[in-house]
């Protein structure tokens, strides 16, 4: 901030990100509870509605440990608005997903068991579930692998997203989520795992693994298409 800035208007920029802060804490103590987090393992973020931001988590810190004043925040252009920590080093990752999904709100991205076993066979999940298809996407694809962290999985997942899935496996890596809110991406990353673990079993079988009809497939899709322009258009009117 100018250091000419009143002070004043100082006070209004203080605490102007704290609801996005205890959010991305919230919703940490909620993956921890859940078994999805462990230890420093994964990161997620939410919007900052009104502004070209998101808050996420700080990198290699312990989640129990987390307090909001401990998050990040950081434009678009990973300049750092708030938080004094180093921001996670998949930040980059998280600002590809704002940028281009106006309808995301928060992205989980995790090394959860099942999903990331998937993301060593090159697996990807057809759609075997209606719900899944409603939520997640007409398929949970693989993204080709890119070092953690790095520019080239920033592209690599850029390139993938305007498909309008909510949920993709990372090659050799683990999975990232998206949703129109926290509690959303919460859902998504549970309904992936569940998914993921039915096709495991299922491949373990050795038999015909079915899928649904083409005909449900895309009306499923195409619920989920319009939930995210009505969450595309809420977003763009919110930042007017």
């Known amino acids: 901030m100018d250091p000419a800035t009143s002070g004043e208007q100082w006070e209004d920029h203080v605490g102007q990100f704290d609801t996005f802060k205890r959010r991305v804490v919230d919703t940490a103590r909620l993956l921890i509870e859940k078994d999805y987090f462990k230890g420093t393992a994964g990161n997620l973020s939410v919007r900052a509605e009104g502004h070209q931001a998101f808050a996420i988590t700080p990198s290699n810190y312990d989640y129990t440990q987390m307090s909001p004043d401990d998050v990040c925040v950081l434009d678009w252009k990973m300049n750092v608005l708030e938080g004094t920590m180093k921001p996670s080093i998949e930040s980059g990752m998280h600002a590809a997903v704002y940028q281009t999904r106006a309808d995301a709100n928060a992205v989980i991205h995790s090394?959860?068991?099942?999903?990331?076993?998937?993301?060593?066979?090159?697996?990807?999940?057809?759609?075997?579930?209606?719900?899944?298809?409603?939520?997640?996407?007409?398929?949970?694809?693989?993204?080709?692998?890119?070092?953690?962290?790095?520019?080239?999985?920033?592209?690599?997942?850029?390139?993938?997203?305007?498909?309008?899935?909510?949920?993709?496996?990372l090659q050799n890596h683990g999975v990232l989520v998206l949703g129109p809110s926290a509690e959303r991406a919460v859902h998504n990353?549970?309904?992936?795992?569940?998914?993921?673990?039915?096709?495991?079993?299922?491949?373990?079988?050795?038999?015909?693994?079915?899928?649904?009809?083409?005909?449900?497939?895309?009306?499923?899709?195409?619920?989920?298409?319009?939930?995210?322009?009505?969450?595309?258009?809420?977003?763009?009117s919110f930042r007017a």
């Open 111 to 169: 090394h959860q068991v099942y999903a990331s076993t998937l993301a060593l066979i090159d697996a990807p999940i057809p759609p075997l579930f209606d719900e899944q298809v409603r939520f997640l996407g007409r398929s949970v694809d693989i993204i080709s692998y890119a070092p953690s962290g790095t520019a080239f999985l920033k592209r690599n997942v850029k390139s993938r997203l305007r498909n309008g899935h909510n949920a993709y496996i």
């Open 189 to 236: 990353l549970e309904l992936l795992e569940k998914c993921a673990l039915a096709y495991l079993l299922a491949l373990c079988t050795g038999r015909k693994v079915t899928r649904i009809p083409l005909a449900i497939r895309e009306i499923a899709f195409a619920k989920l298409r319009q939930d995210e322009k009505k969450f595309a258009k809420n977003s763009s």
